[in-house]
C-alpha cells in the first residue's frame, strides 16, 4: 500500500512558477512510475508528466513541454513537479498517481492517487 499526498499548491499570477511535491509513505518509493495528472472544473482528469523508477526518464503532454519539469528524490519518497509561465486555463486540482509500470503515459490507469492539491493562476 502506497499513501500519497500533494502539497505546494496555491494562487499564483500568469506567467508565474509554481512546485507541487508529493510525498509517498512506505520504502518501496524507488518500484513506482510517477505521474502527474490535473482535473479542471468540470473536465476530464488529464495526464501532465510522468517519471520512470530512477528519475532517468521522463515524458511530457504537449501543453506543457519546456514549461513544466518532473523530478523525483527516491532518498525522500518525494516526486515534484516544477512549473513555469503559468496560465489561467491551467487552474485546476493537480494529482500524483504511482505505478509499478511505464505504459502508456496519458493512461489515467494507476495503482494508487493522492487527495489533490489546488492551483489557481490569476488572469
Known amino acids: 500500500q502506497v499513501q500519497l499526498v500533494e502539497s505546494g499548491g496555491g494562487l499564483v499570477q500568469t506567467g508565474g512558477s509554481l512546485r507541487l511535491s508529493c510525498a509517498a509513505s512506505g520504502r518501496t518509493f524507488s518500484m513506482y512510475v510517477m505521474g502527474w495528472f490535473r482535473q479542471a472544473p468540470g473536465k476530464e482528469r488529464e495526464f501532465v508528466a510522468q517519471?520512470?523508477?530512477?528519475?532517468?526518464?521522463?515524458y511530457y503532454a504537449d501543453s506543457v513541454k519546456g514549461r513544466f519539469t518532473i523530478s523525483r528524490d527516491n532518498g525522500k519518497n518525494t516526486v515534484y513537479l516544477e512549473m513555469n509561465s503559468l496560465r489561467p486555463e491551467e487552474t485546476a486540482v493537480y494529482y500524483c498517481?504511482?505505478?509499478?509500470?511505464?505504459?502508456?503515459?496519458?493512461?489515467?490507469?494507476?495503482?494508487?492517487w493522492g487527495k489533490g492539491t489546488l492551483v489557481t493562476v490569476s488572469s
Open positions: 498517481a504511482a505505478r509499478r509500470t511505464w505504459g502508456t503515459p496519458e493512461s489515467r490507469d494507476r495503482d494508487y
Open positions: 517519471i520512470n523508477w530512477s528519475g532517468g526518464r521522463t
